[in-house]
Nanobody, 121 residues
Framework: EVQLVESGGGSVQAGGSLTLSCVVF??????MAWFRQAPGTEREGVAA????????LHADSVKGRFTISQDNAKKTVYLQMNSLKPEDTAMYYC?????????????????WGQGTQVTVS
């Protein structure tokens, strides 16, 4: 059974940092990504990593502040979030795609985690 288990969310003041983790069972997929969704808004792509972790993409809104990475041995994908802003407040979801594609399109992802809440005040 495929499972994506997120952790690391919490409450932080503006300017602070958090690191989200996503453990993937049984193994990391071709493309892994983080999405987020704030109340009343559509889910949006934050960052993606593919080709065994050799390539990454980040949304313009988080470039220079967030960094996606993965540890293949630990089967874990990370999202390091620095210089957090109140507008980063959202539920953050880990997603996995078996074949890849346009990274910010939700439809390419086969598996989703349950989400972890990030609140920036």
């Amino acid at each position: 059974e495929v499972q994506l288990v997120e952790s690391g969310g919490g409450s932080v003041q503006a300017g602070g940092s958090l690191t989200l983790s996503c453990v993937v069972f049984p193994s990391i997929h071709h493309t892994m990504a983080w999405f987020r969704q704030a109340p009343g808004t559509e889910r949006e792509g934050v960052a993606a990593i593919y080709d065994g972790g050799r390539n990454t993409l980040h949304a313009d809104s988080v470039k220079g502040r967030f960094t996606i990475s993965q540890d293949n041995a630990k089967k874990t994908v990370y999202l390091q979030m620095n210089s957090l802003k109140p507008e980063d407040t959202a539920m953050y979801y880990c997603a996995g795609s078996l074949k890849g594609g346009v990274w910010h399109r939700m439809g390419i992802y086969n598996y989703w985690g349950q989400g972890t809440q990030v609140t920036v005040s």
